[in-house]
């Protein structure tokens, strides 16, 4: 369901005009109903105001229930006195703000070390709104370097393409969208579920800027084969001389695998890797929004994408297509980093993947499933209804007789050539314990019970009422 159509039915379930107020929380002198759609004539006390809007919010879901969101839904008392001290600090203004433009540098140095970047002296990063921002800003630079290319050769540059894996999340459509490139999807089946560089002959030509590699689906929690896909690369070269560079979207993959797959090789260390990009806010264990982009070295970032500005007498390049955004992110990124330190982020990241593990192993016992992944790469696994189990319900049922139990995990259609098969996932963060998930196959449990106890199909308007979009 797209953005404007979830707007249009929340609009409809808001049709009182008015907002009414208890007469426990008016004063004196104060309306005794607010208009919903319009701003107020006159002005309220600020406690009516914060109890308007705390009442109301409290009917969203508890965050930490939330098993369909990447994001991170929790942080530490010291963390959140931070956001709250450096709210209002403009993260753009790097000369009135010194110190946490410093500090982001160091946070996005400390991520090249991280991902093994050849030189740290030669070297740039920065800091996004959120990993969207930083794939943005990858995909840009590899269409860029593609343009400088092909007219410093005199050949045309208006028809550049992307290589991605169908099962790619929806900042890739979008960029293309944004961007005047060409998606070149490579469909996902059930013997490649991921981008393992088959077939990918069949789509790179003089007009790719670049192969995308996901290291954590958003549909299964999977990790593209980052190997493959560079050694079928260095095949098509050889063959036609066109050397294509990869993108490595690591929003989920690039912090936990650091710390939990040490010996995988997707980084640096493969010399087709020209940037890297995560999320600071998914398992960087920070509040939305903060995500990070790092390149290779200066020569893959064109210089024509830098902006320049001066700051303590000196020069502070700067890249985004945001522009007034808080600091407060960076700076809590800086406090996880100090914090939790290398073996603090392996704990944390192993403990989720020790619960994903737990938990994808119990579900696999239930009857009616069937595991497409186990959890053992980022901490997310999803599931499949086992052929022919039954008609009288489907994965969609289970998640709503969840939801009523304040759990949310998704049900949703696979990728591309693949949609008619259903997955229900599960994402387990910090937050997300052991007795927790024991809680959670609980509810599972029963509601599978109940649900097996049909005997006959639920109504057609309440069956595969999916409103989850990647």
Same mark, same amino acid.
């Given at each position: 369901m797209k953005k404007v159509q979830l707007s249009r039915l929340h609009h409809k379930t808001n049709i009182e005009p008015t907002i009414s107020l208890s007469p426990v929380f008016v004063r004196p002198g104060e309306a005794t109903d607010l208009p919903k759609f319009e701003l107020p004539a006159t002005m309220s006390e600020p406690q009516t105001a914060y109890q308007i809007v705390h009442d109301e919010s409290i009917l969203d879901g508890n965050s930490r229930?939330?098993?369909?969101?990447?994001?991170?839904?929790?942080?530490?008392?010291?963390?959140?006195?931070?956001?709250?001290?450096?709210?209002?600090?403009?993260?753009?203004?790097?000369?009135?703000?010194?110190?946490?433009?410093?500090?982001?540098e160091?946070?996005?140095?400390?991520?090249?070390?991280?991902?093994?970047?050849?030189?740290?002296?030669?070297?740039?990063?920065?800091?996004?709104?959120?990993?969207?921002?930083a794939c943005m800003l990858g995909g840009l630079a590899l269409k860029r370097l593609w343009q400088e290319k092909r007219k410093a050769e005199g050949k045309p540059a208006d028809k550049p393409n992307l290589i991605m894996s169908a099962a790619v999340q929806v900042v890739w459509e979008k960029f293309c969208n944004y961007w005047d490139v060409e998606p070149r999807y490579v469909p996902v089946t059930p013997e490649h579920l991921t981008l393992d560089g088959y077939d990918l002959e069949k789509y790179v030509d003089e007009n790719t800027i670049g192969v995308v590699s996901i290291l954590g689906q958003t549909f299964t929690g999977l990790y593209d084969d980052a190997v493959a896909i560079s050694k079928k690369l260095d095949e098509i070269q050889e063959k036609t001389g066109l050397?294509?560079?990869?993108?490595?979207?690591?929003?989920?993959?690039?912090?936990?695998?650091?710390?939990?797959?040490?010996?995988?090789?997707?980084?640096?260390?493969l010399d087709r890797v020209n940037s890297i990009s995560t999320s600071g806010h998914k398992y960087g264990l920070v509040y939305p929004g903060v995500g990070w982009v790092v390149w290779r070295n200066t020569k893959?970032?064109?210089?024509?994408?830098?902006?320049?500005?001066?700051?303590?007498?000196?020069?502070? *390049?700067?890249? #985004?297509?945001?522009?007034?955004?808080?600091?407060?992110?960076?700076?809590?990124? /800086?406090?996880?980093?100090? %914090? $939790?330190?290398?073996?603090?982020?392996r704990e944390v990241q192993q403990n989720s993947i020790d619960v994903a593990?737990?938990?994808?192993?119990?579900?696999?016992?239930?009857?009616?499933?069937?595991?497409?992944?186990?959890?053992?790469?980022? *901490?997310?696994? #999803?599931?499949?209804?086992?052929?022919?189990?039954?008609?009288?319900?489907?994965? /969609?049922?289970?998640?709503? %007789? $969840?939801?009523?139990?304040?759990?949310?995990?998704?049900?949703?259609?696979?990728?591309?050539?693949?949609?008619?098969?259903?997955?229900?996932?599960?994402?387990?963060?910090?937050?997300?314990?052991?007795?927790?998930?024991?809680?959670?196959?609980?509810?599972?449990?029963?509601?599978?019970?109940?649900?097996?106890?049909?005997?006959?199909?639920?109504?057609?308007?309440?069956?595969?009422?999916?409103?989850?979009?990647?």
């Open positions: 229930l939330n098993l369909a969101t990447f994001v991170s839904t929790w942080m530490d008392d010291y963390a959140k006195k931070l956001y709250l001290e450096s709210a209002d600090k403009n993260m753009i203004d790097k000369d009135e703000y010194p110190a946490t433009a410093a500090i982001e160091r946070c996005w140095r400390m991520l090249a070390n991280l991902w093994h970047v050849p030189d740290i002296d030669d070297t740039i990063g920065t800091s996004t709104i959120g990993s969207s921002e050397d294509v560079k990869m993108h490595i979207d690591g929003a989920s993959g690039a912090m936990v695998a650091p710390f939990c797959q040490p010996d995988l090789l997707w980084d640096f260390k893959v970032l064109p210089e024509s994408l830098i902006f320049h500005v001066s700051y303590l007498g000196g020069d502070m *390049p700067t890249l #985004a297509l945001n522009f007034s955004r808080p600091g407060s992110q960076v700076l809590l990124q /800086y406090y996880q980093f100090l %914090r $939790l330190g290398f073996e603090g982020y593990t737990f938990l994808s192993s119990e579900i696999a016992k239930l009857g009616p499933f069937e595991l497409i992944s186990k959890g053992d790469t980022i *901490p997310v696994f #999803a599931w499949v209804m086992k052929d022919g189990y039954t008609e009288n319900w489907s994965l /969609y049922d289970l998640a709503d %007789r $969840l939801r009523m139990k304040g759990w949310l995990v998704p049900a949703y259609p696979m990728a591309d050539n693949m949609a008619d098969v259903t997955l229900q996932r599960i994402v387990v963060k910090l937050g997300m314990s052991h007795d927790l998930a024991v809680a959670l196959l609980a509810d599972i449990k029963a509601e599978v019970a109940n649900l097996d106890a049909l005997q006959s199909p639920l109504p057609d308007e309440f069956a595969n009422k999916s409103q989850f979009h990647h």
